[in-house]
């Protein structure tokens, strides 16, 4: 089992763009989704997938468990999901010893870019870069589950 803890954050400025370490694509699936538990399943680079079970614990912090699973399990899977998915390249970017990943979300939720910071302990205190906007964490509004599902935010949308 592993504790997931991170805090998430809308993304306004463009200075991420200039030293990303590495990228990916990745179409996210919800095989499952009841309350605060989820099953999703990704699809990397269109290369390797794995599967994901989350539940919550608090606004920060939830336990996650994670499989690697066949890429043709991994495309039923998405096909099962009746729509539930979210398309998105993810960029990665080290910073005063913490790792920050850039989510910029394409399709129905082009332009949408949000940055998550993975930490040891809900007291740490990653530097925040100037490229952040508002902070997110814990909004289910702003989960994959839900902008799978229900799309952006009315905040958001133009």
């Known amino acids: 089992m592993a504790l997931e803890i991170e805090r998430k954050f809308l993304v306004e400025g463009d200075g991420w763009r ?3 370490e590495t990228t990916r ?17 990704r699809i990397y ?13 608090s606004r920060m912090s939830r336990d996650e468990f994670e499989y690697p699973v066949p890429l043709d399990d991994a495309r039923r ?22 790792v920050w990943e850039i989510d910029a979300y394409e399709g129905a939720l082009a332009g949408l870019v949000i940055a998550e910071v993975e930490m040891q302990s809900e007291t740490d205190t990653p530097t925040l870069p100037d490229w952040l906007g508002r ?24």
């Open 25 to 41: 694509h990745i179409l996210q699936a919800y095989v499952a989704l009841d309350g605060d538990t989820s099953v999703r399943v």
């Open 77 to 98: 899977m998405v096909e099962a999901s009746r729509g539930r998915l979210v398309e998105k390249t993810r960029y990665t970017i080290s910073l005063d010893g913490f």
């Open 45 to 57: 680079d269109n290369r390797h997938a794995r599967l994901t079970v989350k539940f919550g614990l």
């Open 135 to 158: 902070e997110v964490t814990g909004d289910s509004a702003w989960s994959n589950a839900t902008l799978a599902i229900h799309g952006l935010p009315a905040e958001a949308r133009p």
């Open 18 to 20: 200039e030293a990303p």
